[in-house]
Antibody, heavy 119, light 110 residues
Framework: EVQLVESGGGLVQPGGSLRLSCVAS????????MHWVRQVPGKGLVWVSR????????SYADSVKGRFTISRDNAKNTLYLEMNSLRVEDTAVYYCARSPPNSYSMDVWGQGTTVTVSS | QTVVTQEPSLSVSPGGTVTLTCGLS?????????PSWYHQTPGRAPRTLIFSTNTRSSGVPDRFSGSILGNKAALTITGAQADDESDYYCMLCMGSGIYVFGTGTKVTVL
């Protein structure tokens, strides 16, 4: 079964750092763009970041630019999100999602990992 | 800042038809924004319904259809069923690898 599994969430103080991981299985990871999307419980989906298949091109929402870094290791079938200078407003469930080439959309989603930024 | 607007809530009768829309604060939505649609029930991950304006994702029943209506993207549910009750989100590609989700629509089937 095609699957994405996120991990790395947890409780962190404001100003702290956290690294999320997303492990892909049962598909050729290197053939797909990948995204991170977040959601405050009870609120809407927010796009966070995207990385192209070979990792050479990345993009970010303005709210995280300069603080978050997306990366991938195709040999390990793993997507990452390095989050620095965390703020209370970064508290959310973080989903990774797969994007087929030229679809400009997501077709497979992970189950999410929760990040809580609080003192 | 770009805002993608959706109706906050809509209701539909079982077997009825409802159309959700997805508008753009800076102008018109077109196929060049590659509109996609997702639905989500509480506590679950989103699931993909439509991509590239009107292409159904694998396994999505044909009662879901996507289109451009006027200056907005649209998702139409025809023959609504009880388990279509969900939150629905559109997403637009704004170019340069930037994406924006809509504000979401809560659909009630009653």
């Amino acid at each position: 079964e095609v699957q994405l599994v996120e991990s790395g969430g947890g409780l962190v103080q404001p100003g702290g750092s956290l690294r999320l991981s997303c492990v892909a299985s049962e598909f050729t990871f290197s053939n797909y763009l990948m995204h991170w999307v977040r959601q405050v419980p009870g609120k809407g989906l927010v796009w966070v970041s995207r990385i192209k298949r070979d990792g050479t091109s990345v993009s970010y929402a303005d709210s995280v630019k300069g603080r978050f870094t997306i990366s991938r290791d195709n040999a390990k079938n793993t997507l990452y999100l390095e989050m620095n200078s965390l703020r209370v407003e970064d508290t959310a469930v973080y989903y990774c999602a797969r994007s087929p080439p030229n679809s400009y959309s997501m077709d497979v989603w992970g189950q999410g990992t929760t990040v809580t930024v609080s003192s | 800042q770009t805002v993608v607007t959706q109706e906050p809530s809509l209701s539909v009768s079982p077997g009825g038809t409802v159309t959700l829309t997805c508008g753009l604060s800076t102008g018109s939505v077109s196929t060049s924004h590659y509109p996609s649609w997702y639905h989500q029930t509480p506590g679950r991950a989103p699931r993909t319904l439509i991509f590239s304006t009107n292409t159904r994702s694998s396994g999505v029943p044909d009662r879901f259809s996507g289109s451009i209506l006027g200056n907005k993207a649209a998702l139409t549910i025809t023959g609504a069923q009880a388990d279509d009750e969900s939150d629905y989100y559109c997403m637009l590609c704004m170019g340069s690898g930037i994406y924006v989700f809509g504000t979401g629509t809560k659909v009630t089937v009653l």
